[in-house]
Every structure is written in structure tokens, then in C-alpha cells.
DNA sequence: TTATTGTATATATATTATATATACAATATA
DNA sequence: TATATTGTATATATAATATATATACAATAA
């Protein structure tokens, strides 16, 4: 598993490994049973203590991406992860369509949303 | 003008009393143009810090629901939705931010959210 | 001038977030 | 069984943020 961190970047670290394992399993470069490296292995790989690589599975396990199990590892997830990321597309296009209401009531132009839509989404291409 | 502050809440004083303002207003029992307490007569009264109560006052003013200014006093804003627009367009736009950084994260493209945002903003062009 | 108003600066304190070291417990496997 | 490997729990350190204060400053009113 491949997992780069950065010491600049204001994320803290175990959100930043979170994020790339997410993407991973949405990518399907981890896929369902997968085992991932133990937390010992990962965190001497990224130069991290135990207590971070844990951080960052125990966050996913209770999120339903990965399971553990002492002695044997930590493995992703069955199907529920995939149900999951539909379900959070649902609640995101929610929000979205609440928001762009709330755009409209305070006036906002399709172009002004464009606009900044255009702004927010080349971010930070980490 | 009333205010009571409980001790044993979690919220924050400055935040109980901006509350209590904003119900006052929204009830009518704060009207437009109306003098609040200076902030040092508040905070005598509510035995706390001039900053405390300045806190409360100066987050208000720029929500658009107070105006101050020096030797005069405290005011309650007009109905202007001036400051207050301003303000929720702000508030809307680290919203948008951050509903694209999820996106982001569920592999969603700007494809995706340009579609949605097509069908959304036509919605009920009431 | 004098008192009253809001404001700015520097600081203290408490809370929360992040990260670590170390010891413990369950499981696999030689 | 013995030993290594796995995840887990506890106690702690450090940094960042939130909350609140005292005090001095500046603008306006009377």
C-alpha cells in the first residue's frame, strides 16, 4: 500500500492516511478482503508512531472501510463501504441541491456558482 | 434589556448572550434602531469581562444584527439584509468548499457536480 | 474638559486535538 | 508449548484553539 504524507500540509497525519486509504478502496486499488500492512509495518513505513497508524484504521474500522482483528490484521472491508460511498453521494447531492436553493434565495447566478465551483475544485490536487 | 447567564452550561458566556440578542430581535423584543446596554454597563451587569461582552456585540454587528460605533453606542440593526447577506454568502461559500472537497473525495468529477448543479439550479424557477 | 462610548494589545487559562512511548492481550504458527 | 506477530489500552507530552481577562487607547457626546 502506498501512502505519501505531508509535513507541510496542515491536515494532521492520521486524517491524511485516512483520506488516501478511502480513496483507495473507492479507486478499487485496495479491494474487498485485502489485508492491509499492520500497523507496526506502516507506521515504521511512514516514520509514524503506532498510535497514528491505529488512529487512522480504528477511525475507518468504525466508519466500516476496514475490520481488524488482533493477531491476524486489518483487512478492508466487505460490500458495505461501497453501499456506504452511495449512500454519502445521496447525502451530497442532498446538500448540494439545499444549497444551491439557498444560493438562489440570496440571489446568486448559475455563473457565480460555476465560477467558484471552477475555484474550489482545483484546491489542493494532493 | 434581559440576559441571563448560567455558569453550569458548556456553551460559552459570549455565546449565551449572543443568543439571548438574537431571540430578543427575532421576537420583537429588541426593536430596530433600538440602544443596547454599553458593552461595560453589560458586562457589570452580567459580572464579566468588557471583552466578553464586546465578543458577543462585535460577532453580532457582523452578522448584520448590531451596529456600534464609538461614544455613541449599540444599536440594533435595521432590517437592512445588507451585512447579512454579505455574511451568508460567505458562510455559503466555505460550504460549497467544503461540499467539493467531499465530492473530491468520493472520486466524484467536476463533470458530476456541473451536471447537478444544471438540474439543481432550475429546480423550481418559482 | 470630562465622561462615556467602542476598540486594540498583550496575556492568562482552559479545552481540545494530535502524537508519542510503553506495556498489555489475543492470535498465529513454528 | 514457545515465540513472534497482531491489535489494544493507559498514561503522557505537545501543540493548537477557544475563551476570558486587565489595561491602555481613541473617538464621540455633553
Redesign the pocket.
Known sequence: MNILLSTTS???????IKEQIKQQIYTGELTEGEA????????KQL?????????A??DL?KEGFLV???????FVAGQQPHFLREWQVRELENDFEQLIADAKRLGLTKRDLLERLEIFFEGDES
Open positions: 496542515k491536515e494532521p497525519l492520521f486524517q491524511q492491509l500492512p499492520s500497523m507496526r509495518v506502516l507506521a516514520k509514524v508512531s503506532v498510535i497514528t497508524s491505529k488512529r484504521y480504528e474500522e481488524s482483528s488482533v493477531g491476524k490484521g486489518t
